[in-house]
Nanobody
Framework: QVQLAESGGGLVQAGGSLRLSCTASGETFSPYAMGWFRQAPGKARGFIAAIKWSGNSTYYADSVRGRFTISRDNAESTVYLQMNSLKPEDTAVYYC????????????????????WGQGTQVTVSP
């Protein structure tokens, strides 16, 4: 089993920044990729960003590209999401997730492809 723990959420004004962290613990940690998703009230959980655990490949939803940056620290088993120029529509619960199995890149967008999930952290952006 792998446990994922997110931190860094909070309340910020529009235009501000937050940095989310997600640290993995548990059994031998060897993911294929890790991703960030978010879920606003009344909406489905949606893809934000993903990063492969080897190499430099990153992937972003159109809605956050250029504002959010995903990165990782392999030694610390941690993935980060730097969020800049935040907008009220970014308000949601943010989840990190871990994908074990290599596959086509498009699968990184799919919630069902991820094996483990964190508990979520609330991000609220005020106007």
């Amino acid at each position: 089993q792998v446990q994922l723990a997110e931190s860094g959420g909070g309340l910020v004004q529009a235009g501000g920044s937050l940095r989310l962290s997600c640290t993995a613990s548990g059994e031998t940690f060897s993911p294929y990729a890790m991703g960030w998703f978010r879920q606003a009230p009344g909406k489905a959980r949606g893809f934000i960003a993903a990063i492969k655990w080897s190499g430099n490949s990153t992937y972003y939803a159109d809605s956050v590209r250029g504002r959010f940056t995903i990165s990782r620290d392999n030694a610390e088993s941690t993935v980060y999401l730097q969020m800049n120029s935040l907008k009220p529509e970014d308000t949601a619960v943010y989840y990190c997730a871990l994908k074990l199995t290599p596959s086509y890149d498009y699968t990184l967008w799919l919630t069902d492809e991820y094996n483990y999930w964190g508990q979520g952290t609330q991000v609220t952006v005020s106007p």
